[in-house]
């Protein structure tokens, strides 16, 4: 009678339970022995594991009210956290690498939703579709200022970048400029 009523709490409480041994001990023993060891690879998974894990962390402390409410999520995230935590899913380096990465080093923004037009595959990946979806982002008056730029570089053979490298150099000094805010000694419809 005594373990049958012990194995109910312990089947009814396996979430409390298995999560914090999930979650924390196991990573804390493996993350020890990542320090330990002189691989890189074992500590990426587990530094990988504790920003994810912190990330789970922030997300379940900002939106508690609704969580709350959600009878699964204790089960989803014991789940969620099996399958970052156990080497042979390695799923800590597959969040990381296709989700957290892209945002943070790239400064990407992740489309997860993002289904590509098949009138985008059809065309031919060339020049002139380059040009048109580049004047279609940037606008004609970009696209002629790249070319008048490529053509003085290539009149004066001193520059060697590519249209490319310019266009990607404009880019970053854009970027660059926003950042900056708003400037009170800069004229924007001055012309050089």
Same mark, same amino acid.
């Given at each position: 009678?005594?373990?049958?009523?012990?194995?109910?709490?312990?089947?009814?409480?396996?979430?409390?339970?298995?999560? !914090?041994?999930?979650?924390?001990?196991?990573?804390?023993?493996?993350?020890?022995?990542?320090?330990?060891?002189?691989?890189?690879?074992?500590?990426?998974?587990?530094?990988?594991?504790?920003?994810?894990?912190?990330?789970?962390?922030?997300? #379940?402390?900002?939106?508690?009210?609704?969580?709350?409410?959600?009878?699964?999520?204790?089960?989803?995230?014991?789940?969620?956290?099996?399958?970052?935590?156990?080497?042979?899913?390695?799923?800590?380096?597959?969040?990381?690498?296709?989700?957290?990465?892209?945002?943070?080093?790239?400064?990407?923004?992740?489309?997860?939703?993002?289904? !590509?037009?098949?009138?985008?595959?059809?065309?031919?990946?060339?020049?002139?579709?380059?040009?048109?979806?580049?004047?279609?982002?940037?606008? !004609?008056?970009?696209? #002629?200022?790249?070319? *008048?730029?490529?053509?003085?570089? *290539?009149?004066?053979?001193?520059?060697?970048?590519?249209?490319?490298? #310019?266009?990607?150099?404009?880019?970053?000094?854009?970027?660059?400029?926003?950042?900056?805010?708003?400037?009170?000694?800069?004229?924007?419809?001055?012309?050089?």
């Amino acid at each position: 009678m005594g373990s049958g009523s012990f194995l109910k709490v312990v089947a009814k409480n396996f979430d409390i339970l298995a999560g !914090p041994v999930i979650s924390l001990a196991y990573p804390l023993y493996a993350s020890v022995r990542a320090i330990e060891t002189k691989s890189q690879v074992d500590d990426q998974q587990w530094l990988t594991y504790w920003v994810l894990y912190s990330c789970i962390t922030l997300v #379940e402390l900002t939106f508690a009210p609704v969580i709350e409410w959600l009878p699964f999520w204790p089960y989803a995230k014991l789940f969620f956290n099996c399958w970052l935590v156990l080497p042979c899913f390695n799923g800590a380096a597959y969040v990381y690498q296709y989700f957290v990465r892209p945002m943070f080093v790239n400064r990407q923004i992740v489309n997860i939703w993002y289904v !590509p037009r098949k009138d985008k595959l059809s065309k031919p990946d060339d020049v002139l579709s380059a040009a048109e979806r580049y004047i279609e982002l940037n606008g !004609p008056e970009a696209f #002629e200022k790249l070319i *008048s730029k490529s053509t003085r570089a *290539s009149n004066s053979r001193s520059m060697r970048r590519s249209i490319l490298q #310019e266009s990607e150099a404009d880019k970053i000094g854009k970027a660059e400029r926003e950042s900056w805010g708003e400037n009170p000694f800069y004229d924007k419809n001055y012309r050089h």
